[in-house]
């Protein structure tokens, strides 16, 4: 087999562009997430984020998270949810606590495109920086290491898992555990 500059060249470059699109592109839940879906359609492809999509459509927030944005979502997995007390998803997924729900969503909700790289930069300035979500939740996002993490208003900790899924209206960071609003 003879094998010319070339076609070595040309291998090297799809290898190049396949490893470019797959880290642009990470995998979350075992699906790949693409910039060129919004927030809703490709955490619908989570098998990690199969909890916090119900919640989403439970409060009819689908529309709102497939919106033009930007925004910054705190995602967290199904074992998030797990670790609240027995029974708390189940009472949160009733008709009747839809505004207590929609309350801790939009909790998870950062108005505008806040990558890693803006928070650690912004990190910079002190150790620690106060958000303001859309659901009027003020957290606390500081970083050890290399490691981001939130404290919501109850302050638990949750850590970033996975930094920067870039989408068409916004980026997505996982997160190991669900931010709840003061006094809940």
Known sequence: MTFTIRSVTAAAALCLTTSL???????????????????????????????LVAAVKAADLVDTLNGPGPFTVFAPTNEAFAKLPAGTVENLLKPENKEMLTKILTCHVVA????????LD?????NAI????????????????DKIMV??????????????????????????????????
């Not at 995998?27 to 997430?33: C, E, I, K, N, P």
């Not at 505008?112 to 928070?119: F, L, V």
């Not at 996975?162 to 709840?180: C, E, K, P, R, Y």
Request: hydrophobic share 45%.
């Open 122 to 126: 912004m990190l910079k300035q002190g």
């Open 21 to 51: 699109a797959l880290a642009a592109n990470p995998m979350v839940g075992g699906a790949a997430m693409y910039d060129t879906k919004t927030i809703v359609q490709n955490a619908v492809n989570s098998a990690d984020h199969t909890t």
């Open 151 to 184: 404290k919501d208003g109850m302050n638990d900790v949750a850590t970033v898992t996975i930094a920067d899924v870039m989408q068409s209206n916004g980026v997505i960071h996982v997160i190991d555990t669900v931010l709840l609003p003061p006094k809940m």
């Open 112 to 119: 505008g495109d806040i990558t890693s790289a803006k928070i």
């Open 130 to 145: 106060k958000v303001k979500t859309v659901g009027g939740c003020e957290y606390t996002i500081m970083a050890k290491g």
